[in-house]
């Protein structure tokens, strides 16, 4: 009796086993370089791509406070920026600038036209430009929940300060970006989900089986290039966690693609990136 009941229990264990399997996910290709080693393969994720157009709800003049200045324009059209699942609405001033907000009225990009460039050698230090972007950042969101890190860029003579949010270890793209020109003045600001990601959002990826289903696609994807360069390679994958509603996460995978050809002692390299979102 002893034996059955062993034997059943054992039986019903190998049964639950096999029932579980590596979660599914939908791996969808958003976008892609276009190179002679490009994979074999049509955008299946369009939403980030569709033309801007007329919103004839939105008020045709806007106000709003920016950086303690009041500012009015005129609404020039809508769309849906990458990684976000929310229009965005565009005023441009008088004067040539324009901004983005959504459907809150925050800010979400704005762009000085007429920044100047050229003042008597005065150069900021980093600490300088981060705490101009700070301040300038403060004013539209809590920046308690995000990270900063900050890049000086020669040719342009200015610093791109990044504010990004980071949930469960995830890199995500609640994200802000503020340029200050060398001499404080400041020269852009965008931002994608800005806010919108919650920083005790408990997102369920198994990323292993993320991984494995992202090669999958790539290998179905780069099959006939298997077949016309000497080696094929995946490298790089990077995440980015976004939601595609107001519930519903996602991820974005970026990943690097190289089509190698070995000719005598020497590799002919041909460099390409493929880009998927995943729920």
Same mark, same amino acid.
């Given at each position: 009796?002893?034996?059955?009941?062993?034997?059943? &229990?054992?039986?019903?264990?190998?049964?639950?086993?096999?029932?579980?399997?590596?979660?599914?996910?939908?791996?969808? #290709?958003?976008?892609?370089?276009?190179?002679?080693?490009? =994979?074999?393969?049509?955008?299946?994720?369009?939403?980030? *791509?569709?033309?801007?157009?007329?919103?004839?709800?939105?008020?045709?003049?806007?106000?709003?406070? &920016? /950086?303690?200045?009041?500012?009015?324009?005129?609404?020039?059209?809508?769309?849906?920026?990458?990684?976000?699942?929310?229009?965005?609405?565009?005023?441009? $001033?008088? /004067?040539?600038? /324009?901004?983005?907000?959504?459907?809150?009225?925050?800010?979400?990009?704005?762009?000085?036209?007429?920044?100047?460039?050229?003042?008597?050698?005065?150069?900021?230090?980093?600490?300088?430009?981060?705490?101009?972007?700070?301040? %300038? $950042?403060?004013? &539209?969101?809590?920046?308690?929940?995000? #990270?900063?890190?900050?890049?000086?860029?020669?040719?342009?003579?200015?610093?791109? #300060?990044? %504010?990004?949010?980071?949930? @469960?270890?995830?890199?995500?793209?609640?994200?802000?970006?503020?340029?200050?020109?060398?001499?404080?003045? $400041?020269?852009?600001?965008?931002?994608?989900?800005?806010?919108?990601? =919650?920083?005790?959002?408990?997102?369920?990826?198994?990323?292993?089986?993320?991984?494995?289903?992202?090669?999958?696609?790539? @290998?179905?994807?780069?099959?006939?290039?298997?077949?016309?360069?000497?080696?094929?390679?995946?490298? @790089?994958?990077?995440?980015? $966690?976004?939601?595609? /509603?107001?519930?519903? %996460?996602?991820? #974005?995978?970026?990943?690097? &693609?190289?089509?190698?050809?070995?000719?005598? !002692?020497?590799?002919?390299?041909?460099?390409?990136?493929?880009? *998927?979102?995943? !729920?």
């Amino acid at each position: 009796m002893k034996k059955f009941l062993c034997m059943a &229990i054992i039986l019903s264990i190998l049964a639950l086993c096999g029932c579980a399997k590596t979660s599914e996910y939908s791996v969808l #290709v958003y976008d892609f370089s276009d190179s002679p080693g490009g =994979p074999e393969t049509h955008q299946e994720y369009g939403v980030w *791509f569709q033309d801007r157009k007329k919103d004839l709800s939105r008020p045709e003049k806007l106000s709003i406070q &920016i /950086n303690d200045e009041e500012v009015v324009g005129e609404y020039e059209d809508s769309g849906i920026a990458t990684y976000d699942y929310y229009p965005t609405h565009r005023y441009k $001033l008088e /004067n040539g600038d /324009n901004f983005d907000v959504d459907s809150e009225q925050r800010l979400t990009s704005y762009y000085w036209r007429k920044a100047d460039k050229d003042e008597s050698g005065v150069m900021i230090s980093e600490e300088e430009s981060i705490a101009i972007a700070r301040e %300038f $950042l403060s004013k &539209i969101i809590d920046i308690k929940d995000y #990270v900063i890190e900050i890049e000086y860029l020669e040719y342009w003579h200015m610093y791109e #300060v990044t %504010f990004t949010k980071y949930v @469960d270890s995830y890199r995500t793209a609640d994200e802000a970006v503020v340029s200050v020109l060398e001499n404080g003045k $400041l020269f852009d600001y965008s931002s994608t989900m800005l806010g919108r990601i =919650p920083t005790d959002a408990k997102p369920d990826f198994d990323m292993a089986a993320v991984t494995e289903q992202v090669t999958a696609r790539l @290998d179905e994807m780069y099959a006939k290039a298997k077949t016309i360069y000497d080696k094929v390679e995946y490298s @790089d994958y990077q995440y980015i $966690l976004t939601m595609v /509603n107001e519930t519903d %996460f996602a991820l #974005v995978c970026t990943v690097q &693609i190289e089509c190698i050809d070995y000719i005598a !002692q020497y590799e002919q390299v041909i460099s390409g990136v493929v880009q *998927f979102v995943i !729920q």
